[in-house]
């Protein structure tokens, strides 16, 4: 409103098309003078077919902004917190009791287990252990209770208990009729565990593939193996990730229910998209990037080096190993932390092909962890960025999302450089 009244602005696409929204909706509304409807709407299609707006049109639509916010202004109404407040804490005499009874009851299904000879040496320990959680459990009422007492829906909450909680939250849940929770915990470890499984295959093939290529490959080997690497890099993230929705997830499902695999203790998988799947995936688009600056690591030793090495009699692979290998592995590292920042930041195929299912992996599973659906950083920003207001609690959460991928890369390369400079003082 304040900005319409002034004579200086000028009327945007989007104030025409309200301004003839308004008109319309103003003419339905007050029908008792119909010339003043007619000519309403009469004004409301010229102003859509591009007529030029008018003084006169700048003081409607003022008037009709107006309307339009008192109309919305009476339909606000005041919440007494205090009155919510009271209705949630009322019950905690109830609460107590409930909890009174809970433990009447336990304690008698104790007594009565113990009081049968079960012969057997097995369920007379699970009793027990039974038993012992128990009275841990008792041992929490009283503290419980006591921190219902003491909450004061007006205690403020320090900028450093707000970062604690979302650190080490381990719940993310929107759009909940109670309350939302952003605990960075299980979005954290979703996207560690994909970056685990995917540098876990990327590693050893993309220097494996870069060391063979520059050192052992012939020239024929080199011109066909090297293209078809670096060709994966064209291949577009949304391609990659819908081949892991329509193919790899649904062959790896398939094959953990053939007979032939029951030994593994995880199968049958019952999720075909997976960290296991997103992470397959991570490695074949990491390999280009570290194969290509492993590679080029390699090819900037010195050639005197090897020659010395050969030289010296040493055989070609020793020389490799043990000279072209160690001289070049701040590059390799590098490369290494580079394709770690590829896998870490990609968006697409983790949206696509890890599950997105908001929950910290149960890693008592072994290695059936790596087969269970996770939700990653970048999927979470990807996702729900779109949907939040801006200057929300929600937007405000995403956006600490980013700066912490933001920190973990500074992290990742500052500890690259110390493992580089700790190793070349050893060499020294």
């Excluded at 994909?194 to 494996?208: R, Y």
């Excluded at 990609?346 to 599973?365: H, Q, S, W």
Aim: charged content about 20%; some cysteine.
């Amino acid at each position: 409103i304040e900005a319409v009244n002034n004579p200086k602005y000028a009327f945007t696409p989007e104030d025409r098309d309200k301004f003839a929204l308004r008109l319309r909706e103003f003419s339905r509304e007050n029908t008792t003078n119909d010339e003043i409807a007619l000519a309403y709407r009469t004004r409301a299609d010229e102003v859509q077919n591009g007529a030029e707006l008018t003084a006169e049109d700048r003081e409607t639509f003022i008037i009709l902004l107006e309307d339009e916010y008192k109309n919305i202004e009476r339909t606000i109404k005041p919440i007494d917190f205090n009155e919510t407040v009271v209705a949630v804490t009322a019950d905690q005499d109830q609460y107590a009791d409930v909890l009174g009874r809970l433990k009447t009851q336990l304690s008698d299904i104790v007594a009565s287990a113990e009081s049968i000879d079960f012969n057997n040496t097995a369920i007379e320990e699970r009793i027990a252990r039974f038993k012992e959680l128990n009275e841990i459990y008792y041992g929490e009422f009283d503290a419980h209770l006591a921190k219902l007492v003491s909450w004061s829906p007006s205690a403020e909450v320090s900028i450093w208990q707000a970062l604690g909680a979302f650190l080490g939250g381990k719940d993310w849940i929107t759009a909940s009729d109670q309350q939302d929770w952003y605990g960075l915990l299980p979005l954290l470890s979703g996207s560690l565990l994909i970056s685990a499984i995917a540098l876990f295959f990327a590693i050893p093939f993309g220097v494996g593939a870069a060391i063979y290529v520059n050192q052992i490959a012939g020239s024929t080997e080199r011109n066909f193996i090297k293209p078809y690497i670096e060709f994966v890099s064209a291949i577009p993230s949304v391609v990659i990730g819908f081949f892991g929705v329509v193919v790899f997830g649904e062959a790896i499902r398939l094959l953990s229910q053939q007979d032939f695999m029951q030994w593994v203790p995880f199968f049958p998988v019952q999720e075909r998209l997976n960290a296991f799947t997103a992470g397959c995936l991570l490695a074949l688009m990491a390999i280009p990037t570290i194969f290509t600056l492993a590679e080029d690591a390699i090819n900037n030793i010195p050639r005197h080096f090897k020659e010395a090495s050969l030289a010296m009699g040493a055989t070609p692979l020793q020389t490799t190993m043990r000279v072209i290998v160690p001289t070049a592995l701040s590059g390799i590292i590098s490369a290494i932390m580079l394709g770690f920042g590829r896998v870490i930041g990609e968006t697409m195929v983790v949206l696509l092909c890890a599950g997105n299912r908001i929950k910290i992996p149960d890693f008592t599973e072994g290695l059936g962890v790596f087969f269970e659906p996770v939700h990653t950083m970048t999927g979470i920003i990807a996702q729900e960025m779109g949907e939040v207001v801006q200057g929300s609690l929600h937007y405000r959460a995403l956006f600490i999302v980013g700066i912490v991928l933001f920190f973990i890369s500074l992290l990742i390369n500052y500890s690259a450089q110390w493992v580089v400079k700790r190793y070349s003082k050893l060499g020294e």
